[in-house]
């Protein structure tokens, strides 16, 4: 069983910050790519971020320069800090982690329950 939790979430005042965290466990070889994904209500899920195994980082254009996304491999965690945070920001934010269950087996995604954030104007 393989598990994906997000913690930080929360109501911020626009241009505010707020970091995310999230905490793969469970019974899995490794982690490829990890990712925080987003979804605003009535709106479909839109990547945020993602950071490969080896530190390869690519940002949706609507958050570069304002958020940041990092990996600590030793503890299954990736982080999400958070800047200047606008009202579009607003959204359920969800961890993925591509998870392989044994060394030369498929990479498979899992996802995190979301965490709300929401930023005020």
């Known amino acids: 069983q393989v598990q994906l939790v997000e913690s930080g979430g929360g109501l911020v005042q626009a241009g505010g910050s707020l970091r995310l965290s999230c905490t793969a466990s469970?019974?899995?070889?490794?982690?490829?790519?990890m990712a925080w994904y987003r979804q605003a209500p009535g709106q479909g899920r839109e990547l945020v971020a993602r950071?490969?195994?080896?530190?390869?980082?690519n940002y949706a254009s609507s958050v570069k320069d304002r958020f940041t996304i990092s990996r600590d491999n030793a503890k299954n965690m990736v982080y999400l800090q958070m800047n200047s945070l606008k009202p579009e920001d607003t959204a359920v934010y969800y961890c993925?982690?591509?998870?392989?269950?044994?060394?030369?087996?498929?990479?498979?995604?899992?996802w995190g329950q979301g965490t709300q954030v929401t930023v005020s104007s």
């Open positions: 993925n982690g591509d998870m392989r269950m044994v060394r030369y087996g498929s990479a498979w995604p899992y």
């Open positions: 469970g019974d899995f070889y490794s982690i490829d790519a």
């Open positions: 950071v490969t195994s080896g530190g390869l980082i």
